[in-house]
Nanobody, 123 residues
Framework: QVQLVESGGGLVQPGGSLNLSCTASGRFFAINTMSWYRQGPGNQRELVAEFITTATDGKKNYADSVAGRFTITRDMVKNMLYLHLNSLKPEDTAVYYC??????????????WGQGTQVTVSS
């Protein structure tokens, strides 16, 4: 059973920083793209940042609203994904979800979601 588990959310003041982590566990052939999404109150779930694995390298993409403030990193050995949130704003308040495209076997591709972790930016 493949699982994604996030941690690191919490309450932070505007301008503050926070670190989120996501761990992929279980048995699988490979993990491809890993991403962070968020869903704020009354909003649709949106892509925040993604780490795309290529044959030779990794590519990072960010939503315009977080570019320059958030940093996505990945530990391929530990099957972990991180998101460093800096210069936080009240509008960053949301539940943050980890997402991964995982190959349970060599010939299958499935999407997995974590349970989400709450980030609240407020004074």
């Amino acid at each position: 059973q493949v699982q994604l588990v996030e941690s690191g959310g919490g309450l932070v003041q505007p301008g503050g920083s926070l670190n989120l982590s996501c761990t992929a566990s279980g048995r699988f052939f490979a993990i491809n793209t890993m991403s962070w999404y968020r869903q704020g109150p009354g909003n649709q779930r949106e892509l925040v940042a993604e780490f795309i694995t290529t044959a030779t390298d990794g590519k990072k993409n960010y939503a315009d609203s977080v570019a320059g403030r958030f940093t996505i990193t990945r530990d391929m050995v530990k099957n972990m994904l991180y998101l460093h949130l800096n210069s936080l704003k009240p509008e960053d308040t949301a539940v943050y979800y980890c997402h991964a495209q995982i190959q349970p076997t060599r010939w299958e591709y499935q999407n997995y979601w974590g349970q989400g972790t709450q980030v609240t930016v407020s004074s």
